[in-house]
Protein backbone atom coordinates (compact mmCIF):
# COMPACT_ATOMS: atom_id res chain seq x y z
CA UNK A 1 0.00 0.00 0.00
CA UNK A 2 1.28 3.49 -0.85
CA UNK A 3 0.49 6.39 1.33
CA UNK A 4 -0.21 10.00 0.07
CA UNK A 5 2.02 12.84 1.63
CA UNK A 6 1.01 14.91 4.36
CA UNK A 7 2.49 17.32 6.87
CA UNK A 8 1.90 17.91 10.34
CA UNK A 9 2.67 21.74 11.65
CA UNK A 10 2.90 21.42 15.19
CA UNK A 11 2.59 24.90 17.22
CA UNK A 12 3.45 23.95 20.95
CA UNK A 13 5.69 24.86 24.09
CA UNK A 14 3.63 28.10 24.51
CA UNK A 15 3.90 30.72 27.53
CA UNK A 16 3.66 34.28 27.46
CA UNK A 17 5.97 36.92 29.92
CA UNK A 18 5.64 40.31 30.75
CA UNK A 19 6.42 42.37 33.48
CA UNK A 20 2.81 43.87 33.19
CA UNK A 21 1.15 40.59 33.76
CA UNK A 22 3.47 39.17 36.70
CA UNK A 23 1.59 37.63 38.99
CA UNK A 24 2.34 37.80 42.96
CA UNK A 25 0.81 37.46 45.73
CA UNK A 26 -0.92 41.00 45.57
CA UNK A 27 -2.75 41.00 42.58
CA UNK A 28 -2.60 37.09 41.52
CA UNK A 29 -6.49 36.26 42.36
CA UNK A 30 -7.02 39.68 39.95
CA UNK A 31 -4.48 38.19 37.06
CA UNK A 32 -6.41 34.69 37.32
CA UNK A 33 -9.73 36.35 36.47
CA UNK A 34 -7.67 37.95 33.41
CA UNK A 35 -6.74 34.64 31.11
CA UNK A 36 -4.46 34.65 28.25
CA UNK A 37 -5.16 33.21 25.08
CA UNK A 38 -4.17 32.87 21.39
CA UNK A 39 -6.22 32.67 17.86
CA UNK A 40 -4.21 30.24 15.71
CA UNK A 41 -4.88 31.56 11.61
CA UNK A 42 -3.46 29.50 8.78
CA UNK A 43 -4.54 30.20 5.24
CA UNK A 44 -7.25 28.08 4.52
CA UNK A 45 -7.87 26.59 7.48
CA UNK A 46 -10.30 27.08 10.53
CA UNK A 47 -9.01 29.65 13.10
CA UNK A 48 -8.08 27.74 16.29
CA UNK A 49 -8.02 28.93 19.55
CA UNK A 50 -6.10 27.78 22.72
CA UNK A 51 -5.21 29.53 25.93
CA UNK A 52 -1.57 30.62 27.20
CA UNK A 53 -0.22 29.92 30.59
CA UNK A 54 1.11 33.03 31.83
CA UNK A 55 5.07 32.93 33.71
CA UNK A 56 4.95 33.92 37.14
CA UNK A 57 8.77 35.67 36.93
CA UNK A 58 10.46 36.70 34.17
CA UNK A 59 13.04 34.42 34.53
CA UNK A 60 10.90 31.15 34.77
CA UNK A 61 11.88 28.14 32.89
CA UNK A 62 10.79 27.80 29.50
CA UNK A 63 7.14 25.49 29.17
CA UNK A 64 7.81 21.97 28.18
CA UNK A 65 8.93 21.72 24.38
CA UNK A 66 7.00 18.42 23.98
CA UNK A 67 3.57 20.21 24.79
CA UNK A 68 1.44 20.67 21.55
CA UNK A 69 -1.34 23.21 21.56
CA UNK A 70 -2.93 22.85 17.99
CA UNK A 71 -1.91 20.91 15.32
CA UNK A 72 -2.76 21.79 11.09
CA UNK A 73 -2.51 18.92 8.96
CA UNK A 74 -1.66 19.83 4.98
CA UNK A 75 -1.76 17.52 2.00
CA UNK A 76 0.11 18.51 -1.30
CA UNK A 77 -2.92 20.94 -2.70
CA UNK A 78 -2.57 22.56 0.61
CA UNK A 79 0.92 22.90 0.17
CA UNK A 80 0.74 24.43 -3.08
CA UNK A 81 -1.83 26.76 -2.52
CA UNK A 82 0.19 28.17 0.56
CA UNK A 83 3.34 28.46 -1.40
CA UNK A 84 1.57 30.11 -4.77
CA UNK A 85 1.93 33.61 -4.81
CA UNK A 86 -1.03 35.61 -3.57
CA UNK A 87 -2.36 39.08 -4.08
CA UNK A 88 -0.45 42.31 -4.23
CA UNK A 89 -1.31 43.22 -0.54
CA UNK A 90 -0.71 39.90 0.82
CA UNK A 91 2.05 38.02 -1.24
CA UNK A 92 2.89 35.10 0.71
CA UNK A 93 0.86 32.89 3.57
CA UNK A 94 1.96 33.03 7.03
CA UNK A 95 1.28 31.48 10.57
CA UNK A 96 -0.22 33.99 12.55
CA UNK A 97 -0.43 34.02 16.26
CA UNK A 98 -2.87 36.57 17.69
CA UNK A 99 -2.70 36.53 21.60
CA UNK A 100 -5.20 38.44 23.67
CA UNK A 101 -6.08 38.92 27.58
CA UNK A 102 -9.78 38.50 28.67
CA UNK A 103 -12.20 35.87 27.67
CA UNK A 104 -13.54 35.51 24.15
CA UNK A 105 -17.41 35.72 26.20
CA UNK A 106 -19.17 38.58 26.37
CA UNK A 107 -20.30 38.05 29.93
CA UNK A 108 -18.99 39.07 33.26
CA UNK A 109 -20.25 39.27 37.36
CA UNK A 110 -21.45 42.44 36.90
CA UNK A 111 -22.97 42.24 33.31
CA UNK A 112 -20.77 44.19 31.41
CA UNK A 113 -19.54 42.52 28.60
CA UNK A 114 -15.29 42.30 29.27
CA UNK A 115 -13.37 43.09 26.06
CA UNK A 116 -10.47 40.90 25.01
CA UNK A 117 -7.06 43.04 24.40
CA UNK A 118 -4.67 42.23 22.14
CA UNK A 119 -1.05 41.93 23.49
CA UNK A 120 0.60 41.16 20.09
CA UNK A 121 1.04 39.30 16.98
CA UNK A 122 3.44 36.93 15.84
CA UNK A 123 3.81 35.98 11.78
CA UNK A 124 5.67 33.06 10.35
CA UNK A 125 6.19 32.99 6.71
CA UNK A 126 5.09 29.99 4.36
CA UNK A 127 8.52 29.30 2.60
CA UNK A 128 10.40 26.30 0.65
CA UNK A 129 10.86 24.10 3.34
CA UNK A 130 7.18 23.46 4.41
CA UNK A 131 7.04 21.48 0.92
CA UNK A 132 10.51 19.58 1.64
CA UNK A 133 8.76 16.64 3.32
CA UNK A 134 11.13 16.79 5.92
CA UNK A 135 11.01 17.29 9.91
CA UNK A 136 12.03 20.69 10.36
CA UNK A 137 12.14 23.11 13.93
CA UNK A 138 10.75 26.28 12.14
CA UNK A 139 11.02 28.28 15.34
CA UNK A 140 11.82 27.43 19.14
CA UNK A 141 12.21 30.35 21.68
CA UNK A 142 11.33 33.74 23.07
CA UNK A 143 10.35 36.62 20.73
CA UNK A 144 8.55 39.69 21.70
CA UNK A 145 5.34 40.87 20.46
CA UNK A 146 3.47 44.45 20.56
CA UNK A 147 4.76 47.73 20.50
CA UNK A 148 7.37 47.47 23.04
CA UNK A 149 9.49 44.20 21.72
CA UNK A 150 13.11 46.31 22.40
CA UNK A 151 12.06 47.43 26.17
CA UNK A 152 10.86 45.03 28.27
CA UNK A 153 7.11 44.55 26.23
CA UNK A 154 5.60 40.81 26.37
CA UNK A 155 7.07 37.73 25.05
CA UNK A 156 5.88 34.78 23.83
CA UNK A 157 7.41 31.60 23.79
CA UNK A 158 6.59 28.66 21.20
CA UNK A 159 7.84 26.03 19.45
CA UNK A 160 6.69 25.60 15.53
CA UNK A 161 7.26 22.52 14.10
CA UNK A 162 7.35 20.35 10.68
CA UNK A 163 7.29 16.64 10.64
CA UNK A 164 6.35 14.92 7.53
CA UNK A 165 3.23 12.97 8.48
CA UNK A 166 2.01 10.28 5.29
CA UNK A 167 -1.26 8.66 5.46
CA UNK A 168 -3.16 5.82 3.66
CA UNK A 169 -6.98 7.40 2.58
CA UNK A 170 -9.34 4.46 1.85
CA UNK A 171 -13.06 4.65 0.63
CA UNK A 172 -16.45 2.68 1.23
CA UNK A 173 -17.38 2.43 -2.53
CA UNK A 174 -20.95 2.46 -1.69
CA UNK A 175 -23.36 2.76 1.36
CA UNK A 176 -22.09 0.24 4.32
CA UNK A 177 -25.43 -0.88 4.38
CA UNK A 178 -24.95 -2.57 0.89
CA UNK A 179 -21.56 -4.22 1.74
CA UNK A 180 -19.32 -2.28 -0.65
CA UNK A 181 -15.40 -2.56 -1.41
CA UNK A 182 -12.88 -0.51 0.24
CA UNK A 183 -10.34 0.84 -2.10
CA UNK A 184 -7.89 2.61 -1.28
CA UNK A 185 -6.79 6.07 -3.18
CA UNK A 186 -3.75 7.70 -4.41
CA UNK A 187 -4.28 10.08 -6.35
CA UNK A 188 -6.96 9.48 -9.54
CA UNK A 189 -5.77 5.57 -8.67
CA UNK A 190 -8.23 3.08 -7.05
CA UNK A 191 -7.05 -0.47 -5.73
CA UNK A 192 -9.40 -2.86 -4.27
CA UNK A 193 -8.14 -3.61 -0.90
CA UNK A 194 -10.99 -4.94 1.27
CA UNK A 195 -14.67 -6.01 0.85
CA UNK A 196 -17.21 -5.26 4.10
CA UNK A 197 -20.23 -7.58 4.33
CA UNK A 198 -22.94 -5.82 6.54
CA UNK A 199 -25.84 -8.02 7.85
CA UNK A 200 -28.59 -7.54 10.34
CA UNK A 201 -29.76 -10.74 10.99
CA UNK A 202 -29.13 -12.65 14.38
CA UNK A 203 -26.31 -14.57 14.43
CA UNK A 204 -26.13 -18.09 13.57
CA UNK A 205 -24.66 -21.10 15.76
CA UNK A 206 -22.24 -21.64 13.17
CA UNK A 207 -20.61 -17.80 13.31
CA UNK A 208 -17.48 -17.47 15.65
CA UNK A 209 -18.83 -13.90 16.47
CA UNK A 210 -21.61 -16.73 18.41
CA UNK A 211 -20.03 -16.09 21.38
CA UNK A 212 -20.18 -12.63 22.13
CA UNK A 213 -24.01 -12.67 20.76
CA UNK A 214 -25.12 -15.12 23.69
CA UNK A 215 -23.36 -13.23 26.68
CA UNK A 216 -25.23 -10.05 25.51
CA UNK A 217 -28.17 -11.20 23.73
CA UNK A 218 -31.65 -11.35 25.47
CA UNK A 219 -33.00 -13.47 23.06
CA UNK A 220 -35.80 -11.59 21.79
CA UNK A 221 -36.37 -11.98 17.83
CA UNK A 222 -38.15 -9.60 15.31
CA UNK A 223 -41.21 -8.78 17.37
CA UNK A 224 -39.62 -5.26 19.13
CA UNK A 225 -38.01 -4.55 15.96
CA UNK A 226 -39.68 -1.11 15.30
CA UNK A 227 -38.42 0.03 18.98
CA UNK A 228 -34.69 -1.24 18.79
CA UNK A 229 -32.05 -1.84 16.58
CA UNK A 230 -29.88 -4.57 17.30
CA UNK A 231 -28.48 -8.02 15.40
CA UNK A 232 -26.33 -5.68 13.31
CA UNK A 233 -22.78 -6.80 12.06
CA UNK A 234 -20.39 -5.45 9.87
CA UNK A 235 -17.11 -7.91 8.55
CA UNK A 236 -14.02 -6.74 7.16
CA UNK A 237 -12.62 -9.39 4.72
CA UNK A 238 -9.07 -9.16 2.90
CA UNK A 239 -8.83 -10.02 -1.31
CA UNK A 240 -8.43 -13.65 -0.08
CA UNK A 241 -12.00 -13.72 1.32
CA UNK A 242 -10.83 -14.33 5.44
CA UNK A 243 -12.74 -12.34 8.04
CA UNK A 244 -10.35 -9.77 8.89
CA UNK A 245 -12.11 -7.28 11.72
CA UNK A 246 -15.82 -6.89 12.47
CA UNK A 247 -17.72 -4.40 14.35
CA UNK A 248 -21.11 -5.74 16.06
CA UNK A 249 -23.70 -4.07 18.14
CA UNK A 250 -23.86 -5.36 21.36
CA UNK A 251 -26.62 -2.34 23.18
CA UNK A 252 -29.35 -2.12 21.09
CA UNK A 253 -30.01 1.13 20.10
CA UNK A 254 -33.79 1.83 21.89
CA UNK A 255 -35.75 4.88 22.88
CA UNK A 256 -34.96 6.01 26.57
CA UNK A 257 -38.08 6.38 28.31
CA UNK A 258 -40.71 9.35 27.45
CA UNK A 259 -38.82 10.02 23.98
CA UNK A 260 -37.99 8.36 20.65
CA UNK A 261 -34.63 9.04 20.37
CA UNK A 262 -31.11 7.22 21.72
CA UNK A 263 -30.07 9.40 25.04
CA UNK A 264 -26.90 9.41 26.23
CA UNK A 265 -28.60 7.88 29.41
CA UNK A 266 -28.40 4.56 27.38
CA UNK A 267 -26.40 4.69 24.43
CA UNK A 268 -26.12 2.06 21.80
CA UNK A 269 -23.06 0.44 21.93
CA UNK A 270 -20.61 -1.79 19.48
CA UNK A 271 -17.76 -4.05 20.04
CA UNK A 272 -14.90 -3.70 17.33
CA UNK A 273 -12.67 -7.55 17.07
CA UNK A 274 -9.90 -8.90 15.81
CA UNK A 275 -8.76 -12.50 14.91
CA UNK A 276 -7.60 -14.31 17.82
CA UNK A 277 -4.11 -15.17 16.71
CA UNK A 278 -4.75 -18.58 18.87
CA UNK A 279 -8.13 -20.26 18.27
CA UNK A 280 -8.41 -19.94 14.74
CA UNK A 281 -12.17 -18.63 13.74
CA UNK A 282 -12.47 -16.71 17.22
CA UNK A 283 -12.03 -13.16 18.01
CA UNK A 284 -10.69 -10.82 20.51
CA UNK A 285 -12.70 -8.00 21.59
CA UNK A 286 -10.76 -4.38 20.35
CA UNK A 287 -12.89 -1.64 21.14
CA UNK A 288 -15.93 -0.32 22.01
CA UNK A 289 -18.21 2.44 20.12
CA UNK A 290 -20.99 3.96 21.78
CA UNK A 291 -23.55 6.11 20.50
CA UNK A 292 -26.45 8.36 20.88
CA UNK A 293 -28.09 11.38 19.67
CA UNK A 294 -27.73 14.85 20.98
CA UNK A 295 -30.82 17.23 20.71
CA UNK A 296 -30.80 20.68 19.70
CA UNK A 297 -31.56 23.45 17.06
CA UNK A 298 -29.55 21.14 14.96
CA UNK A 299 -29.65 17.22 16.09
CA UNK A 300 -26.11 15.59 16.14
CA UNK A 301 -24.66 11.92 16.88
CA UNK A 302 -22.09 12.03 19.36
CA UNK A 303 -19.53 8.79 19.02
CA UNK A 304 -17.62 7.91 21.65
CA UNK A 305 -14.09 5.49 21.83
CA UNK A 306 -12.83 3.78 24.11
CA UNK A 307 -9.99 0.88 23.26
CA UNK A 308 -10.56 -1.77 25.53
CA UNK A 309 -8.15 -3.39 27.64
CA UNK A 310 -7.38 -6.88 28.34
CA UNK A 311 -5.51 -6.49 31.55
CA UNK A 312 -7.26 -5.50 35.06
CA UNK A 313 -4.50 -3.33 35.88
CA UNK A 314 -5.25 -0.32 33.04
CA UNK A 315 -8.48 0.78 32.33
CA UNK A 316 -10.01 1.24 29.19
CA UNK A 317 -8.84 3.68 27.60
CA UNK A 318 -10.79 6.91 25.97
CA UNK A 319 -9.36 7.94 22.57
CA UNK A 320 -12.36 10.29 21.50
CA UNK A 321 -15.65 11.81 21.77
CA UNK A 322 -16.89 13.26 18.79
CA UNK A 323 -20.05 15.04 18.03
CA UNK A 324 -21.56 14.63 14.04
CA UNK A 325 -24.41 16.91 12.87
CA UNK A 326 -27.30 14.80 12.11
CA UNK A 327 -28.08 16.45 9.07
CA UNK A 328 -24.96 17.43 7.39
CA UNK A 329 -22.65 14.55 8.66
CA UNK A 330 -18.95 15.60 10.05
CA UNK A 331 -15.49 13.14 10.46
CA UNK A 332 -14.73 11.13 13.26
CA UNK A 333 -11.31 11.70 14.44
CA UNK A 334 -8.99 9.58 16.88
CA UNK A 335 -6.16 12.48 17.16
CA UNK A 336 -4.75 12.82 20.68
CA UNK A 337 -3.42 16.54 19.79
CA UNK A 338 -6.99 17.57 19.72
CA UNK A 339 -8.50 15.09 22.44
CA UNK A 340 -7.71 14.10 26.10
CA UNK A 341 -4.38 15.00 27.40
CA UNK A 342 -4.28 11.47 29.37
CA UNK A 343 -4.38 9.32 26.32
CA UNK A 344 -1.36 11.04 24.66
CA UNK A 345 0.83 8.56 26.52
CA UNK A 346 -1.16 5.42 25.91
CA UNK A 347 0.26 3.26 22.79
CA UNK A 348 -3.25 2.02 21.05
CA UNK A 349 -3.33 -1.80 20.94
CA UNK A 350 -3.62 -3.45 17.65
CA UNK A 351 -3.15 -6.43 15.64
CA UNK A 352 0.02 -7.81 14.08
CA UNK A 353 0.04 -10.27 11.53
CA UNK A 354 3.00 -11.83 13.75
CA UNK A 355 0.37 -12.04 16.65
CA UNK A 356 2.04 -9.01 18.54
CA UNK A 357 -0.62 -7.46 19.76
CA UNK A 358 1.04 -5.04 21.87
CA UNK A 359 0.68 -1.57 19.61
CA UNK A 360 0.28 0.11 16.82
CA UNK A 361 3.71 1.50 17.39
CA UNK A 362 5.77 3.54 20.07
CA UNK A 363 5.03 6.99 17.65
CA UNK A 364 1.45 7.47 19.21
CA UNK A 365 2.95 7.95 22.95
CA UNK A 366 4.36 11.23 21.14
CA UNK A 367 0.60 12.26 20.38
CA UNK A 368 -0.98 13.18 17.21
CA UNK A 369 -3.57 12.07 14.49
CA UNK A 370 -4.49 8.42 14.23
CA UNK A 371 -7.41 8.10 11.73
CA UNK A 372 -10.55 10.09 10.47
CA UNK A 373 -13.37 8.98 8.94
CA UNK A 374 -16.02 11.34 6.87
CA UNK A 375 -19.94 10.56 6.75
CA UNK A 376 -22.95 11.75 5.53
CA UNK A 377 -25.78 12.43 7.62
CA UNK A 378 -29.64 11.09 7.54
CA UNK A 379 -30.94 10.26 4.41
CA UNK A 380 -28.12 11.05 2.66
CA UNK A 381 -25.90 8.42 0.64
CA UNK A 382 -22.33 7.90 2.78
CA UNK A 383 -19.48 6.66 1.42
CA UNK A 384 -17.32 6.83 4.01
CA UNK A 385 -13.67 8.44 3.56
CA UNK A 386 -11.22 6.96 6.16
CA UNK A 387 -7.79 8.27 6.59
CA UNK A 388 -5.06 6.25 8.60
CA UNK A 389 -1.78 7.42 9.83
CA UNK A 390 0.73 5.09 7.94
CA UNK A 391 3.04 5.08 11.40
CA UNK A 392 0.29 3.16 12.85
CA UNK A 393 0.16 0.79 10.16
CA UNK A 394 2.53 -2.86 9.91
CA UNK A 395 0.03 -5.14 7.78
CA UNK A 396 -3.14 -5.19 6.95
CA UNK A 397 -4.80 -6.00 9.94
CA UNK A 398 -3.87 -3.00 11.06
CA UNK A 399 -5.93 -0.87 8.40
CA UNK A 400 -9.04 -3.46 8.37
CA UNK A 401 -9.85 -3.06 12.03
CA UNK A 402 -10.18 0.43 11.53
CA UNK A 403 -12.40 -0.03 8.41
CA UNK A 404 -14.47 -1.66 11.03
CA UNK A 405 -14.71 0.93 13.19
CA UNK A 406 -15.47 3.61 10.13
CA UNK A 407 -18.41 1.18 9.42
CA UNK A 408 -19.78 1.40 13.26
CA UNK A 409 -19.86 4.89 13.10
CA UNK A 410 -21.20 5.38 9.72
CA UNK A 411 -23.84 3.07 10.92
CA UNK A 412 -24.37 4.99 14.52
CA UNK A 413 -25.76 7.89 12.31
CA UNK A 414 -28.44 5.55 11.02
CA UNK A 415 -29.02 3.80 13.96
CA UNK A 416 -29.67 6.87 16.00
CA UNK A 417 -32.22 8.33 14.13
CA UNK A 418 -35.50 9.28 16.14
CA UNK A 419 -38.03 5.82 16.42
CA UNK A 420 -41.30 6.57 14.75
CA UNK A 421 -44.17 7.35 16.45
CA UNK A 422 -46.81 5.12 17.94
CA UNK A 423 -50.41 4.77 17.93
CA UNK A 424 -50.54 4.42 21.60
CA UNK A 425 -51.76 7.43 23.77
CA UNK A 426 -49.44 8.07 25.79
CA UNK A 427 -46.92 9.30 22.47
CA UNK A 428 -49.32 11.23 21.32
CA UNK A 429 -48.22 14.41 22.76
CA UNK A 430 -44.87 14.37 21.68
CA UNK A 431 -44.20 15.74 17.50
CA UNK A 432 -41.35 16.08 15.37
Not at 185 to 196: A, D, N
Not at 274 to 285: F, I, T
Request: aromatic share 8%; proline share 6%; glycine share 8%.
Amino acid sequence: MDPQAFIRLSVGSLALRSPKYLLNSSDEKKNSCSQCSCEIKLRGFPVQTTSIPLMPSLDAAAPDHHSISTSFYLEESDLRALLAPGCFYNPNAHLEISVFTGKKSSSSHCGVGAKRQQIGIFKLEVGPEWGEGKPVILFNGWIGIGKNKRDGGAQLHLRVKLDPDPRYVFQFEDVTTLSPQIVQLRGSVKQPIFSCKFSRDRVSQVDPLNGYWSSSGDGTELGSERRERKGWKVKIHDLSGSAVAAAFITTPFVPSTGCDWVAKSNPGAWHVVRPDPCRPNSWQPWGKLEAWRERGIRDSVCCRFHILSSGQEVGDVLMSEILISAEKGGEFLIDTDKQMLTVAATPIPSPQSSGDYSGLGQCVSGGGFVMSSRVQGEGKSSKPVVQLAMRHVTCVEDAAIFMALAAAVDLSILACKPFRRTSRRRFRHYSW
